[in-house]
């Protein structure tokens, strides 16, 4: 899988051919605080990714639910994000608009954005957060220039994560006008790993808004260690739909703040 970014693009394009994101519903979402007003209260802020499959893991968990949700949010979570793509992911945007509806932490809309179409989607579902990945801006995939659709993700009540991989653009990342600031430790064009990514980052985001760290955690020894090296938060998905018992999981990975 050579350029996995331009694989799901191409699906994700298919998706909003087919009408796929016209279906989200206006939700009457309740009332939530933001990523970083949840995350000051909490010793480990951790953003709790739920998705069916994972192109680099295979299946991870036999279905999805807001019972699940529900679970996720009990167990401590300081925010839930919600995968939407449904070629590569399984994802669901009905479930995003079920979840909107009983959670009270925030929710991430999780999805390859190119379009406004799916940032419209992202309001419409009850979302409070928008991803936007920096590459899909650099490469030309997306309709508008990343700011742009900054301001109208803005306009519509939805703050954005922001993420990047490549180091190159860290400068695009940083003065941009989005919310908070994704490092992804894993490649979107090959998928592979790099577990150090953000911990090789640090040092240049110091100073930067909130940082969240995203891709590979499942123990405490790079939790505690990327914590002290500037993460304000983590999104952590794949190590919790694996386990047999996610919300135990997750409350394994918050006990890390202790260890």
Not at 106 to 116: G, M, N, Q
Not at 175 to 184: I, L, R, T
Not at 231 to 239: P, T
């Amino acid at each position: 899988m050579s350029n996995f970014l331009s694989s799901v693009v191409a699906g994700v394009r298919e998706n909003i051919r087919q009408g796929y994101y016209d279906l989200a519903e206006h939700v009457d979402k309740l009332d939530r605080p933001s990523l970083k007003e949840v995350a000051e209260k909490t010793r480990l802020p951790i953003i709790a990714e739920i998705k069916p499959l994972s192109p680099s893991l295979g299946r991870l968990i036999d279905s999805v639910s807001v019972e699940l949700a529900s679970s996720l949010e009990r167990a401590g979570a300081s925010a839930l994000s919600i995968l939407v793509e449904r070629i590569h992911f399984n994802g669901s945007l009905e479930l995003l608009c079920r979840a909107s509806e009983s959670i009270g932490i925030p929710i991430l809309f999780k999805d390859f954005v190119v379009s406004t179409k799916q940032v419209e989607a992202a309001s419409r579902s009850g979302a409070d957060i928008l991803l936007l990945i920096a590459e899909l801006f650099r490469d030309g995939y997306t309709e508008l220039p990343l700011n742009q659709i900054i301001r109208l993700a803005h306009s519509l009540g939805l703050e954005v994560l922001l993420e990047f991989h490549d180091p190159q653009l860290l400068g695009t990342v940083t003065n941009s006008e989005a919310d908070y600031v994704g490092v992804n430790n894993r490649d979107l064009y090959t998928l592979n790993l790099k577990p150090d990514h953000f911990y090789s980052l640090s040092h240049e985001l110091r100073g930067c808004r909130f940082k969240v760290a995203e891709s590979g955690y499942n123990e405490c020894g790079r939790i505690g260690r990327d914590r002290l090296a500037g993460a304000d938060a983590f999104l952590i998905g794949s190590a919790i739909m694996s386990s047999a018992n996610p919300p135990g999981k997750l409350k394994e990975l918050l006990d890390c703040d202790q260890s």
